[in-house]
Nanobody
Framework: QVRLVESGGGLVQPGGSLRLSCSAS????????MAWFRQAPGKERGFVSA????????YYADAVKDRFTISRDNAENTVYLQMDHLKAEDPAVYYC???????????????????WGQGTQVTVSS
């Protein structure tokens, strides 16, 4: 059983930055593809970013490209999402997800991920 715990959410002004962390336990983290999704009130959960198991390949939704950066530390069993230049459309609950059948490819589809964290709230407001 894989357990994912997100942290780092909070309130930030427009244009500000936050760094989300997702700590994994159980299994072998370095074999998982990892991803971040987000869900705003009244909207479906959507893809934000993903990273392959070694970290070589990164994927981003168009809405966050050039503003967000995903990374991972396999020695620390942690994946990060650095969010810069936050905008009014970024507030949501951000979820970390693991694809335990991951490879050097990471999917942008919810159904590809078997394990999910509980989410962390990101609020952007002046």
């Amino acid at each position: 059983q894989v357990r994912l715990v997100e942290s780092g959410g909070g309130l930030v002004q427009p244009g500000g930055s936050l760094r989300l962390s997702c700590s994994a336990s159980g299994g072998t983290f370095s074999t998982y593809a990892m991803a971040w999704f987000r869900q705003a009130p009244g909207k479906e959960r959507g893809f934000v970013s993903a990273i392959s198991r070694s970290g070589v390949n990164e994927y981003y939704a168009d809405a966050v490209k050039d503003r967000f950066t995903i990374s991972r530390d396999n020695a620390e069993n942690t994946v990060y999402l650095q969010m810069d230049h936050l905008k009014a459309e970024d507030p949501a609950v951000y979820y970390c997800a693991a694809d335990v059948y991951g490879s050097e490819y990471a999917s942008d589809l919810l159904d590809a991920y078997e394990y999910w964290g509980q989410g962390t709230q990101v609020t952007v407001s002046s």
